[in-house]
């Protein structure tokens, strides 16, 4: 089980570490789960 993390001041974007049709968006430490529209995949080049 991969954790998430943040940093305080962070507005980035992280795949899910278990599911490439889900992401993380961070927001003052605190990230928020998606999910990707329909069938699409978090891309890393263009988080």
Partial sequence: NNTIT???????????????????QCSNGTPYLFDCPSGTAFNTDIS
């Fill in 6 to 24: 943040c940093s305080a001041d962070s507005s980035e974007y992280q795949r899910d570490p278990n599911n490439c049709t889900r992401f993380y």
